[in-house]
């Protein structure tokens, strides 16, 4: 299966219980599998494919073909990628809980670091797997955010107690309010990015300002830079300014 297909590929009805309750009886939860790497994609999808109660309906190669898939399908939940190519897991997920609350996400990666963990939980993620999950430990998860539950695996669990023991757990800074309506189809969080470009931070000091990735920082900016039209940092500033995305310091008298 190639990424962005929308072809069923749901397993027979086997033992266990389904996932979810439609008006004939249970149904099979429907799932879209995002992930940027076709081999690991692709396996998944087949891994989906012979458990029990879990129904594939489509999978991405990114970040906005999944925000698509589920528009497309209305999918009960969608096995989330953290690093992928034009729209990152983060961002997709915080686009889909937006959009379309009715569908969860878990998260499904190789990362379980606080820079990984964390935003995606802040944008929307109801449950985190990494790939080393079996497929009890999927279906388990998908059965818990389905019913309103937290679907994390026990290396994440552990990981979030030993924070909360230590009481490290903080959201980052707010960078200066984007105003409501964004210009050239901004999302808030690229306009948050721009602001702190336009206070000068490099894309390592963002990264640490909003406890994410240099390259999810280099996706946002790359994405913000098609939308407006910029071509370097400083016409990024000046667009900032001039749309009230962050404000001009104030230049003292001599």
């Known amino acids: 299966m190639t990424g962005g297909t929308s072809d069923g590929v749901g397993g027979p009805d086997g033992p266990g219980r389904a ?6 009886g249970p149904r099979a939860a429907r799932v879209v599998v995002a992930d940027d790497q076709t ?3 692709e396996g998944i999808v087949i891994l989906l494919g012979l458990l029990p109660g879990i129904e594939v309906v489509g999978s991405a190669a990114d970040g906005l073909e999944a925000v698509r898939l589920v528009a497309e399908h209305a999918p009960d939940v969608v096995l989330m990628d953290l690093r992928m190519p034009r729209c990152d897991g983060v961002e997709a997920t915080r686009r889909i809980r937006a959009e379309y609350p009715g569908t969860q996400v878990v998260i499904l990666t190789t990362y379980a670091d606080d820079d990984s963990l964390f935003p995606a939980l802040r944008a929307g993620a109801r449950g985190y797997l990494t790939k080393d999950a079996g497929g009890e430990e999927i279906v388990r998860a998908v059965a818990h ?9 026990p290396k994440v669990q552990l990981r979030l107690l030993e924070r909360l023991s230590t009481g490290v757990v903080q959201r980052p800074p707010t960078a200066p309010g984007p105003p409501r309506e964004l210009p050239d189809g901004l999302t808030a969080r690229e306009a948050e990015v721009l602001s702190l470009v336009a206070e000068g931070l490099s894309n390592g000091e963002i990264a640490r300002r909003l406890q994410v990735s240099t390259a999810t920082v280099k996706t946002h900016i790359n994405n913000l830079f098609a939308k407006t039209g910029v071509r370097d940092r400083a016409q990024a500033v000046r667009y900032a300014f001039r749309h009230g995305i962050a404000r001009p310091p104030e230049t003292s008298l001599p």
């Open 39 to 41: 081999v690991v994609r």
């Open 145 to 153: 955010v389905m019913s309103g539950e937290a679907g994390l695996s």
């Open 19 to 24: 996932l979810g309750e439609g008006s004939a």
